[in-house]
Structures are given as C-alpha cells and as structure tokens.
C-alpha cells in the first residue's frame, strides 16, 4: 500500500502553460511584455499603484477563461495512490480546479487581496477587479495577496520541511530561477528520487538523483504518474 509514501510536486507556470496562462521566461513570456520592476515590486505598488493593479486584474481576469489541463489532473490521480503535497509557485488556482487537496502557494494567490497595512488581513477577491478605494477592514487600500520581487516569501520554512520530508520528488514547469523557491531542492534528502518534467533542456546537472523527462507537463506528467502507481 503506498499511501504512506510521500510525494511532493514543486510546480511552476510550465504546469499552467498548456492552459493558456503565459510562463515568465520564455520567449514571448511576462517579463518580455513587462517590466519586473514595474509591476511586480513594492517599490512599483508606490510608484505606480494603477498599473499593478491593472496588471493582476488583467492575470486575475484570464483565470475565469482558463482551464485545469492533463498536467494538473495527473497529480489529482496521484493523490489516490500517495501521500501527494504540491508546493507551488503559480498564483493561478488550477491545482486546486483539478481537485488536488493539498496546494501550497509560495508566491501568493492572485484570487486573494490582503490589507496594504496589514499582511495577516488576507481576503478572497469577489470578482476579477480590484480597484483603488477597495480598502481593508483598517480602512488602508487592499493590494494583490502576491509575493514581490524583493518581499519575503513566508512559507520557505514549511515548504522547506515539506520537501525534507519526500520519499519521492517532482519538479514540473520550472526553470529553477528564482531563489529562494529554487533552492528547495537542496532539501531533499540524499538518495531521494527526483524527477524533473520540462520540455527544455534545463541546466540541472548539479541535481543528484535527478531523472530528467523532455516533455510537456501535460503528457510527461501523466507518463509519469502511470510509472509511480505501477
Ligand atoms: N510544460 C512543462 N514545462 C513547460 C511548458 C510546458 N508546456 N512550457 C514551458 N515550460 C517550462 C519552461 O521550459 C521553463 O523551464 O516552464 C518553465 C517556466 O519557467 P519560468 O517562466 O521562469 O516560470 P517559473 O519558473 O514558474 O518562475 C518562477 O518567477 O517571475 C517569478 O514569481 C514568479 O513564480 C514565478 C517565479
């Protein structure tokens, strides 16, 4: 019976590519059309408050137009046969769509606002816009419940322990950039099998333990979750 075993899933826009939601870095990603430094800091949110606002209202927006795809589902059945817990970069709710139960969001949820005065003030978005003027119980603007490029990211410590504590590891959709996310794998114990799914060739040969599968998240992860259940 292998409920017992453990398999955590460290996912990244490549998971959500196949749905329709652009990755960041690839070509024609985000960060080709924006500026990092213009939408997604909160030296941006003081500077240009209804341009980041636009930009997640805009991403919030295509959540109500996108779809769960194979990738996602895969992990669903996974969850009959283990002990499944995802660490996720993505700020989209397609795990969650599909059915997984246990989604953790390292960069935020584009679908929750938190209190610009008070980061424990954290609400679900009615809708698609938030607008200026959409303030917090403590009257101070409400902004994205999303993780900054210099903010700091809360739950490392439990997706630390988290990824210490797999019996298998899974790596899907991400190019391993941004630290420190990038960095969990250095948690994973020694011996642990690690598999990697991303249809470019990434540079990950300081990875031990590592098995690489070149393919999209849609087919590499379903391929692979035929091969842990078996
Ligand atoms: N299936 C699987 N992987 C794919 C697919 C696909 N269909 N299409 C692209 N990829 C891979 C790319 O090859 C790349 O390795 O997904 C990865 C996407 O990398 P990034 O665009 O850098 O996205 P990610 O790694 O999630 O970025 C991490 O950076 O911008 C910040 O906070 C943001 O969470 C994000 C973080």
Redesign the pocket.
Known sequence: MNKQKRIVVLT????S??SGIS????SG???EKYD?MEV?TPEAWHRNQALVMEFYNQRRKQLYEVQPND?HYALVELEKHFDVQIIT???DDLHERAGSTNVMHL?GELKKVRSSADEDLVYTLDGWELKAGDLCEKGSQLRPHI?WFGEPVPMIPAAAELSSSADIYVI???????YP?AGLVDYVRPGTPIYL????D?SVGHIRGLTMIRE???T?TKKLVQQLIK
């Not at 990244?12 to 998971?15: D, L, S, Y």
């Not at 799914?197 to 470019?200: A, L």
Request: glycine residues 16%; charged residues 15%; hydrophobic residues 45%.
């Open positions: 990244g826009a490549g998971i590519a196949e990755t960041f870095r690839d990603g985000l960060w990092i997604a990738g970069q993505n700020v960069h993780v899907i959709g991400t190019s391993l950039n941004v996310a799914i991303d249809p470019s990434l999209k998240a849609s590499g």
